[in-house]
């Protein structure tokens, strides 16, 4: 059973930096990509980062220079960097990890619980 557990989220003022982790567990394999989601209240989630087993990053424009993504795939953890946070960076962050069986090109999703990330004053 493949779990992932967050880490890291919490309150913080306009212009501070938090550092997400989501470590998973239960897999005996390097999931293809893992990245970081959010969802701000009233609103769908969306993509924040993410990064391939190989470590291409790909990142949605409004934190483009503000946010970094890493990976550690011998511990299967990926790291999400927040930096000159914004108020409008206030969401729920979820972790996800997706793992695509080669005979098959059967994909599996996987996600964490979320962490709450509120950048207020």
């Known amino acids: 059973q493949v779990q992932l557990v967050e880490s890291g989220g919490g309150l913080v003022e306009p212009g501070g930096s938090l550092r997400l982790s989501c470590a998973a567990s239960g897999s005996t394999f390097s999931f293809n990509a893992m990245g970081w989601y959010r969802q701000a209240p009233g609103k769908q989630r969306e993509l924040v980062a993410a990064i391939t087993s190989g470590g291409s990053t790909n990142y949605t424009d409004s934190v483009k220079g503000r946010f970094t993504i890493s990976r550690d795939n011998a511990k299967n953890t990926v790291y999400l960097q927040m930096n000159s946070l914004k108020p409008e960076d206030t969401a729920v962050y979820y972790c996800?990890?997706?793992?695509?069986?080669?005979?098959?090109?059967?994909?599996?999703?996987?996600w964490g619980q979320g962490t709450q990330v509120t950048v207020s004053s």
């Open positions: 996800n990890a997706v793992l695509v069986v080669v005979t098959t090109q059967v994909e599996y999703a996987y």
